[in-house]
């Protein structure tokens, strides 16, 4: 079966540390990848995606996420953390078959980001 | 950048009445249309795809009768959940995805409905 995993529900940093939210993926073939940020009560805004090429791609806000296919991992990063950076963190993977329509998505995980 | 808006932003309705939720891709052309259903604090549940002109294709154990879904033109996919109860409940959420082969979907704000 199709998944994705985000082990962390919560992961709590201070402002100006590098963050990490983790996420594994198990799908066949070589799906897109993708992350969103969730605010209370709005959709969801995207982020990054990978597609193919570079294992590490930048995003917005200056997220960034390393690809490894090894590990079939997408985690996504940030250098230095903002209180404004709190807020609910979904990967989601596009099957091959329908890559950038239908998607997966992990559990979530909440960012906590304290001055 | 592309846009989809949603409308309602948020319903109340009473149980056993319908509720029509609106998605329109404001500046593409979205053959495609996905709803997905969010509980509190919990992840995206795919509802169906919408395809403009065609049925929807729905996931297993969503109620077809239940959740009426129509794409009637390639900038609006409408969600109508009919005979409402309390258990509908829910953060409802839409994504278009524009035609051409696009690599991404592009999401509402979300619609939330309860269900008094």
């Known amino acids: 079966a199709q998944s994705v995993a985000q082990p962390e529900d919560q992961v709590n940093v201070a402002e100006g540390n590098p963050l990490t939210v983790k996420c594994t993926y198990s799908?066949?073939?070589?799906?897109?990848l993708f992350w969103y940020v969730q605010y209370p009560n709005r959709g969801l805004q995207f982020l990054l995606k990978?597609?193919?090429?570079?294992?590490l791609v930048k995003g917005s806000y200056g997220f960034e996420a390393e690809f490894n296919k090894s590990q079939t991992s997408f985690h996504l990063k940030k250098p230095s953390a903002l209180v404004s950076d709190s807020a609910l963190y979904f990967c989601?993977?596009?099957?091959?078959?329908?890559?950038?329509?239908?998607?997966?998505f992990g559990q979530g995980t909440e960012l906590s980001v304290k001055p | 950048g592309a846009v989809v808006s949603q409308h309602p932003s948020w319903v109340i309705c009473k149980s056993g009445t319908s509720v029509k939720i609106e998605c329109r891709s404001l500046?593409?052309?979205?053959?495609?249309m996905f709803w997905y259903r969010q509980f509190p604090k919990q992840s995206l549940m795919l509802m169906a795809t919408?395809?403009?002109?065609?049925?929807?294709?729905?996931e297993q154990g969503v109620e077809k009768d239940k959740f009426l879904i129509n794409h009637a033109s390639l900038t609006l996919s409408t969600l109508t959940v009919t005979s409402a109860h309390p258990e509908d409940s829910s953060f409802y959420i839409c994504?278009?995805?524009?035609?051409?082969?696009?690599?991404?979907?592009?999401f509402g704000q979300g619609t939330r409905l309860t269900v008094v």
């Open positions: 989601a993977v596009s099957p091959p078959y329908n890559q950038g329509g239908k998607l997966i």
């Open positions: 799908v066949s073939g070589n799906p897109y």
């Open positions: 990978y597609i193919t090429g570079d294992n």
């Open positions: 994504s278009a995805r524009a035609r051409g082969g696009s690599t991404e979907a592009f």
């Open positions: 500046d593409f052309q979205a053959t495609t």
């Open positions: 919408s395809n403009e002109g065609s049925k929807a294709t729905y």
